[in-house]
Structure formats: structure tokens, C-alpha cells
């Protein structure tokens, strides 16, 4: 089978290479892979910046989604055929986050996604909704899964303010899913066009942050000087300042992302005066996954993206890598 694999770190080595096929052993599932996604994470990995002592070689991505090819002895959950998604950590199948259940994440502790074939355990999948198409469902497992619980983290209720940072995967599953709960929803991007199209999934008010860098006041004019009920903060601490001063009083902000670095030490005060929740966001388990396919299959949803042919997977991080892509980076595997 064909596969990409990181042999040394760097866009540029990421290598295309043949690889043995594996037969499914006891409670194991050979999939045939369909569809890829890339999340910010899989570039990290690629350039040795999110672990530099990740073992090597090592097949990148956590997202994908594909159909069962066969299955192991003991295996009665799937059957030839199924479609199915990878969860993102294969141990954590439910509960809280344990170090135990931390580990075996595809495409860091274990090989990943990117590959024609991928042998999983029988609880390491989840079927796909139906109405989706494989390059859909392959951008579910991490970007998806961690939008849910971010807006798990805030306690919406109807009518509630949700701030997004960006128009990233999670953003925009963050804006899509939000609008599901009767959330409204308001944004920031440094992009008009970007602004443009996530008006049409839903947006109720944006800005153009390179226009008017004052955001965080931006938003407070927009909830008539309260703030965001929740702030769905992908930036890191280049943004969490100005997050901190754009939630409410009492408000929530799920903190899912380093895309921005900063010389500011953690801004302690306006947690401690606002009484803000601080909470981290680190994916889901696979109950959390199924619960969300639920959600989205009865509301028919889709996800939003931008489709490459995986041969193309240096083209695809190096567009995540200039930050101009529009919600999911997609790899249709043929």
C-alpha cells in the first residue's frame, strides 16, 4: 500500500512510500481509507515543532474516514463495507481525560491516517452519518469533536453570545454547531472574503481584524457592554488577552489552540476579577464523537472545506501553513 510518512521532519520530507499490508488481528479493523483531513496539529508534527523526539518514521493525521476491507477474529461490531471514522485517541472510548486514555493518538503516538490502508481496534472507529461524503466525515474526528466540547464547556443556552477567533476548522464547526444550539455567533478573520463565506454558514456579526485590531472592544459593543457568554480561543496567548477582556463577567473561554505566541505572561487579573472559566480543550472521547454524529445527522449538517487529491499533501499543509485556507484542508485518498 502507498502512504505518507515523516522520515525527517519538514514539509518538503514528507515522503510518499510503499508500505506492507497488515492483516487485522484479534479485535483489530482493516480499513480502506477514503479521505484525509489535516488539522494545525498534523502540521506541527510534520516540522518537528509539536513533538522533536516523535519517533520516526511515522504516518501523519488523525482525521480520516474510509470503509471496513476486513476484520479480526472476536470482532462483532464491525462488518465489511461499514463506513467508519477513526477516533483520535484510541483509548479514550469514555469519562474524563487520563493519562492512560491519553495515549495512542493517531499520528503521533501511533501511525495515523495518511495511507491506503489503516489497521484500528474495533473501538477505535465510529460509523459516519450517512448523509456525508467520506472527504466530509475525515473532518470530524479532531477539529469537529473538539468544537462540540468547547461549546459543552460554555453552558449555551438559546440566545447565548459565542466568540470564534479565525475561520480554522474548529472555528467554523464552532459556528456551525453553535447556531444548532441557538447560540448567536461573532467573529473575527483577516479576511473579508473569509468573513464573507462564514456569514453564509451562519455568522451573525464579524470584523475585519486587520482593519480594526481592537477586537475585544468590538465585541463588547456587540453585546451591549457584557461580552461573550463564551470565547472559543484558538489564538493562544497572542489573542488571550484580548479574549479575557471580550468575555463576560462570569463568562467561559475554551482554550483549544496555540496558533499565536507571546512575550505576555498569563494575564491572571481579569480571571481572577471577572470570575472566568478557563477551561482546556483537548479533543474527546469516542462517546462524545458518537454524540456529536447524532447532532449531526439529525440536523443534516455539513461540513465546510477545501478539497485536494492526497498526492497533493505538501500543497495542502504548506496552504494550512500561510493560514489562507477556509475551514477544513480535505485529501481525497484514490
Not at 96 to 112: F, Q, S, V
Request: charged share 20%.
Amino acid at each position: 500500500m502507498r502512504a505518507w510518512q515523516i522520515s525527517s521532519f519538514g514539509i518538503d520530507s514528507l515522503e510518499f512510500v510503499e508500505r506492507p499490508i497488515a492483516e487485522p488481528g484479534p479485535g483489530e479493523v482493516l480499513v480502506k481509507i477514503r479521505a484525509v483531513s489535516f488539522n494545525y496539529r498534523d502540521l506541527l508534527m510534520v516540522k518537528g515543532i509539536y513533538n522533536p523526539k516523535l519517533r520516526l518514521p511515522r504516518i501523519p493525521c488523525s482525521d480520516g474516514a474510509g470503509e471496513v476491507v476486513a476484520v479480526g477474529e472476536g470482532v462483532t461490531a464491525w462488518k465489511p463495507k461499514d463506513r467508519v471514522a477513526g477516533i483520535f485517541m484510541q483509548n479514550w472510548l469514555d469519562g474524563p481525560l487520563t493519562p492512560a486514555k491519553a495515549k495512542g493518538a493517531l499520528g503521533g503516538d501511533i501511525d495515523g491516517m495518511l495511507a491506503e490502508r489503516v489497521i484500528l481496534k474495533e473501538t477505535g472507529l465510529v460509523a459516519i452519518p450517512e448523509h456525508l461524503s467520506f472527504e466530509e466525515a475525515a473532518t470530524l474526528p479532531c477539529a469537529a469533536v473538539t468544537a462540540w466540547n468547547a461549546l459543552s464547556a460554555g453552558n449555551l443556552k438559546p440566545g447565548s453570545t459565542v466568540l470564534i477567533l479565525g475561520t480554522g476548522g474548529v472555528s467554523i464547526f464552532a459556528l456551525q454547531l453553535a447556531r444548532l444550539r441557538g447560540a448567536r455567533v461573532v467573529g473575527i478573520s483577516g479576511s473579508d472574503e473569509k468573513l464573507s463565506r462564514a456569514y453564509s454558514l451562519g455568522l451573525d456579526a464579524g470584523l475585519n481584524y486587520r482593519e480594526n485590531p481592537d477586537w475585544d472592544r468590538w465585541v463588547l459593543d456587540e453585546t451591549g457592554g457584557e461580552g461573550a457568554d463564551l470565547v472559543v480561543e484558538v489564538g493562544g496567548l497572542g489573542t488571550l488577552a484580548r479574549s479575557l477582556r471580550a468575555v463576560r463577567m462570569g463568562g467561559a473561554i475554551a482554550q483549544i489552540g496555540v496558533l499565536t505566541g507571546g512575550d505576555e505572561p498569563l494575564p491572571l487579573a481579569p480571571i481572577l476579577h471577572k470570575q472566568v472559566r478557563l477551561q482546556g480543550i483537548y479533543v474527546g472521547s469516542r462517546k462524545d464523537f458518537e454524540e456529536l454524529n447524532r447532532a449531526i445527522a439529525l440536523t443534516v449538517l455539513r461540513p465546510a472545506g477545501e478539497n485536494f487529491h492526497w498526492s497533493q499533501a505538501r500543497e495542502a499543509l504548506a496552504r494550512m501553513e500561510e493560514g489562507s485556507h477556509f475551514g477544513k484542508l480535505v485529501l481525497t485518498v484514490a
